[in-house]
């Protein structure tokens, strides 16, 4: 009894992950002939990136003054005040920056997302593309996908610019670094390609595993309010978790 509970249970997740695959790769084929009609990406990203714009700035600048706070009581231990700038920016742009900003995309933009899928099948709206021999995939989940991918990075080099901003006002204004070493030091430590590049690669994997995750749980929602609102669920949790194991994959592939 329990090896068959075991077995059915390992069986039914494999069929689900197996599902989801080809899911993923179907989105992706179809972003291929999204350069035909560009406006429906451009549309998407006004709706994802625009409408997250607000949470995104104002989140990274308190994390900015977190930050300054923080980092400037540790570092005055060590008589390294004048690092504050290159500990603000490094935590930033190499971790915060990328896995804050993907958490916040999931909880404004992938439950919007899928709350949108699931009411669209909800009403049959996708079946009625395919009676008119629509495909929805290509009309409806593509485009946000796209877009989701496009608008991830943006809104992480958005957020990480407030809260460089955030720790440049709390460090230099109201706790009194020098200026010019708050600046130097950050100049000279942050690596483009080492630092900067690599958040822009997590940003960008993460796009696509919450846009993802957001698509796929709206389009196989079941077409019910309860549905829609345990599909919802489901994609912040998901998402979060996902976010939160490649980001430690990453963070091992890079600094290995």
């Known amino acids: 009894m329990i090896v068959e509970k075991v077995g059915g249970f390992v069986r039914s ?3 689900d992950l197996g599902y989801a695959a080809r899911s993923f790769f179907a989105i992706l084929t179809n972003c291929l002939g999204l350069w035909r009609r560009p406006r429906l990406v451009t549309d ?10 607000v949470i ?5 600048l308190f994390v900015g003054f977190v930050l300054a706070y923080q980092g400037y009581y540790t570092l005055n231990r060590y008589g390294s005040e004048e690092a504050l700038g290159l500990l603000v920016a490094l935590s930033l742009v190499r971790e915060l920056g990328p896995v804050v900003t993907a958490l916040l995309f999931a909880g404004r933009a992938g439950t919007s997302l899928t709350a949108e899928i699931g009411l669209m099948k909800a009403g049959e709206q996708l079946s009625a593309m395919e009676m008119m021999a629509v495909n929805p995939v290509q009309r409806v989940l593509a485009p946000r996908f796209l877009a989701g991918i496009v608008a991830m990075p943006i809104l992480t080099s958005i957020f990480n610019a407030m809260g460089i901003i955030g720790g440049y006002v709390v460090g230099v204004k109201l706790i009194g670094v020098d200026n010019g070493a708050f600046w130097s ?6 690596e483009v390609f080492q630092d900067i590049g690599n958040g822009v690669v997590k940003s960008i994997v993460f796009g696509f595993a919450v846009s993802f995750v ?3 749980q709206g389009y196989e929602a079941q077409p019910t309010p309860e549905g829609v609102a ?6 912040v ?9 490649l980001d430690f994959l990453l963070t091992a592939w890079m600094f290995q």
């Open 185 to 190: 030091q950050m100049q000279a430590g942050v």
């Open 44 to 53: 998407q990203i006004h709706f994802i990136g625009n409408y997250s714009m």
């Open 13 to 15: 997740n494999m069929a």
């Open 237 to 245: 949790v998901i998402s979060s978790l996902l976010v939160l194991w």
């Open 230 to 235: 345990r599909a919802t669920t489901r994609t």
């Open 56 to 60: 995104i700035a104002v989140s990274g």
């Open 214 to 216: 957001a698509l796929f």
